[in-house]
């Protein structure tokens, strides 16, 4: 198995060189690796170790749902190199945009009971569709389908109160409401399981156990115009280590929250379990109201700046037991053939479970690591078995050098005329994966002052270089 890695050393390097460091170095491997000679299909396969016959650097993966139904229903988008010149953004090959994704299904009956306003977002409601698309739900849902899905509610709730100045349903209306939009996401291809695959119910549209519900009410509990200032334009990059709009939204809702009798004591020292329940649901009506401040399209970008936040700062693999791990590697490593297969053995069977983004791969290595601490493993196993980031990610067909990581900054997936549905993902991320100190009890945070300078270096920086690239 082969595997490549860089070390850059940057801090003295001026920008420009830099950014035409990257520039060269990006055309280079588009000259060598995406020739007229080099084309050949690859997929993205749940249960096979997998690679791609080829490496890129921030390139689109095109779905072709002809092809995907051909193949196991476990498939993942089938992925085409070009067979042209190629672009800095390489477009696959995907059905044409006149051949509807999903050319059975009826137009959905709607309960006649629902009073939200879907002509006014059917843009947001169309580009949750997309991206919630049906094939892809279960390997996106945690970084784009389900965060882009939660907007969309707020976004909802928002265009309604306009009309009926509420911003939130009673739970006979939210049932109806809720079916309603399952079945509109539904009709456009979206998966039938996303309220398991997002835990999306009708209270999503209620109060929950906040105590205020209308725009009214809303507004004179809270300093509008503060709130808007700090939330009207949010910063994808600064805003999750140094947030502005974050604190004022929980400003907000804890004002509402006052609103409950006896909730809250001038003696508390700790928020406990209740009072943080009534403020979180009550940051959603803020949203709410937030959402229904903004065209649907700056909403957008501002709830999905936040969500991705939360996105993040957790690793979203659920990890089983390592004691076979243990047994192998505990201690002094004797064999370490047998220990890196027993590592790689157990990552292949986790990185099944979805796609993850580049800063969810240091938690989930920061996760894993400590795990195999606690197990007696006190040798740097990720050093010794090569393990990188992308590992930890699903990996696309062929081998196990393929691992796909996802943008750390929010993004969709797009229905493009050329290239129909496609996502954007890195694979050329051969970053190693960082063995936690020992002295560390819990992941370390993104937003630590080095770390904060290598995510800038590493994610950042050349995605900056690449758009000065783009006419």
Same mark, same amino acid.
């Given at each position: 198995?082969?595997?490549?890695?860089?070390?850059?050393?940057?801090?003295?390097?001026?920008?420009?060189?830099?950014?035409?460091?990257?520039?060269?170095?990006?055309?280079?491997?588009?000259?060598?690796?995406?020739?007229?000679?080099?084309?050949?299909?690859?997929?993205?396969?749940?249960?096979?170790?997998?690679?791609?016959?080829?490496?890129?650097?921030?390139?689109?993966?095109?779905?072709?749902?002809?092809?995907?139904?051909?193949?196991?229903?476990?498939?993942?988008?089938?992925?085409?190199?070009?067979?042209?010149?190629?672009?800095?953004?390489?477009?696959?090959?995907?059905?044409?945009?006149?051949?509807?994704?999903?050319?059975?299904?009826?137009?959905?009956?709607?309960?006649?009971?629902?009073?939200?306003?879907?002509?006014?977002?059917?843009?947001?409601?169309?580009?949750?569709?997309?991206?919630?698309?049906?094939?892809?739900?279960?390997?996106?849902?945690?970084?784009?389908?389900?965060?882009?899905?939660?907007?969309?509610?707020?976004?909802?709730?928002?265009?309604?109160?306009?009309?009926?100045?509420?911003?939130?349903?009673?739970?006979?209306?939210?049932?109806?409401?809720?079916?309603?939009?399952?079945?509109?996401?539904?009709?456009?291809?979206?998966?039938?399981?996303?309220?398991?695959?997002?835990?999306?119910?009708?209270?999503?549209?209620?109060?929950?156990?906040?105590?205020?519900?209308?725009?009214?009410?809303?507004?004179?509990?809270?300093?509008?115009?503060?709130?808007?200032?700090?939330?009207?334009?949010?910063?994808?990059?600064?805003?999750?280590?140094? &947030?502005?709009?974050? #604190?004022?939204? @929980? /400003?907000? %809702? !804890?004002?509402? *929250?006052?609103? =409950?009798?006896?909730?809250?004591?001038?003696?508390?020292?700790?928020?406990?379990?209740?009072?943080?329940?009534?403020?979180?649901?009550?940051?959603?009506?803020?949203?709410?109201?937030?959402?229904?401040?903004?065209?649907?399209?700056?909403?957008?970008?501002?709830?999905?700046?936040?969500?991705?936040?939360?996105?993040?700062?957790?690793? &979203?693999?659920?990890? #089983?037991?390592? @004691? /076979?791990? %243990? !047994?192998?590697? *505990?201690?002094? =490593?004797?064999?370490?053939?047998?220990?890196?297969?027993?590592?790689?053995?157990?990552?292949?069977?986790?990185?099944?479970?979805?796609?993850?983004?580049?800063?969810?791969?240091?938690?989930?290595?920061?996760?894993?690591?400590?795990?195999?601490?606690?197990?007696?493993?006190?040798?740097?196993?990720?050093?010794?078995?090569?393990?990188?980031?992308?590992?930890?990610?699903?990996?696309?067909?062929?081998?196990?050098?393929?691992?796909?990581?996802?943008?750390?900054?929010?993004?969709?997936?797009?229905?493009?005329?050329?290239?129909?549905?496609?996502?954007?993902?890195?694979?050329?991320?051969?970053?190693?994966?960082?063995?936690?100190?020992?002295?560390?009890?819990?992941?370390?945070?993104?937003?630590?002052?080095?770390?904060?300078?290598?995510?800038?270096?590493?994610?950042?920086?050349?995605?900056?270089?690449?758009?000065?690239?783009?006419?």
């Amino acid at each position: 198995m082969r595997r490549v890695r860089f070390f850059f050393f940057f801090s003295s390097i001026p920008t420009v060189v830099l950014c035409s460091w990257f520039l060269n170095a990006f055309q280079a491997l588009s000259l060598t690796e995406f020739g007229t000679s080099r084309t050949s299909d690859v997929a993205l396969v749940v249960g096979q170790p997998v690679s791609f016959p080829f490496n890129s650097s921030l390139f689109h993966l095109a779905v072709s749902t002809a092809r995907a139904e051909e193949k196991d229903n476990n498939l993942l988008p089938v992925v085409s190199s070009p067979s042209a010149a190629p672009d800095a953004l390489m477009p696959l090959l995907a059905p044409s945009p006149t051949h509807p994704l999903t050319p059975n299904r009826p137009v959905p009956v709607l309960s006649g009971l629902c009073a939200f306003n879907f002509s006014a977002a059917a843009h947001i409601v169309s580009e949750t569709a997309t991206d919630c698309w049906s094939k892809l739900a279960p390997y996106l849902g945690n970084v784009i389908c389900c965060p882009q899905l939660e907007t969309m509610f707020h976004i909802l709730i928002g265009e309604s109160s306009k009309v009926n100045g509420q911003l939130a349903l009673n739970t006979t209306i939210a049932d109806y409401c809720f079916s309603d939009v399952q079945r509109i996401l539904t009709s456009e291809g979206a998966n039938e399981s996303l309220p398991l695959i997002c835990s999306a119910q009708p209270s999503n549209f209620t109060e929950g156990s906040c105590p205020v519900n209308s725009v009214k009410e809303v507004e004179q509990a809270i300093n509008g115009s503060k709130l808007l200032t700090d939330c009207k334009t949010v910063d994808p990059v600064k805003e999750c280590c140094n &947030p502005v709009c974050q #604190p004022a939204i @929980s /400003e907000a %809702a !804890r004002r509402l *929250a006052l609103k =409950v009798p006896g909730l809250f004591s001038p003696d508390d020292v700790r928020v406990s379990p209740i009072q943080q329940s009534v403020v979180d649901d009550c940051e959603n009506v803020v949203l709410r109201w937030l959402a229904s401040q903004l065209t649907s399209d700056k909403a957008k970008s501002v709830l999905r700046v936040l969500f991705n936040c939360n996105v993040n700062r957790v690793c &979203p693999l659920i990890f #089983p037991d390592p @004691s /076979e791990v %243990a !047994r192998n590697c *505990a201690n002094t =490593v004797k064999n370490a053939t047998k220990c890196c297969m027993t590592l790689d053995n157990y990552i292949s069977g986790v990185q099944q479970q979805s796609l993850i983004t580049n800063l969810q791969g240091l938690n989930c290595a920061a996760s894993l690591g400590m795990m195999l601490q606690k197990k007696n493993i006190t040798e740097n196993v990720y050093n010794l078995c090569h393990v990188n980031l992308k590992d930890f990610s699903l990996q696309a067909f062929g081998s196990q050098d393929a691992g796909c990581l996802l943008r750390s900054l929010p993004s969709d997936v797009t229905d493009e005329t050329s290239s129909g549905i496609s996502f954007t993902c890195d694979l050329n991320d051969n970053i190693a994966a960082p063995w936690p100190p020992v002295s560390h009890a819990s992941t370390p945070s993104s937003c630590n002052k080095r770390q904060s300078q290598a995510f800038m270096i590493i994610f950042l920086l050349p995605a900056l270089c690449l758009a000065m690239m783009m006419p």
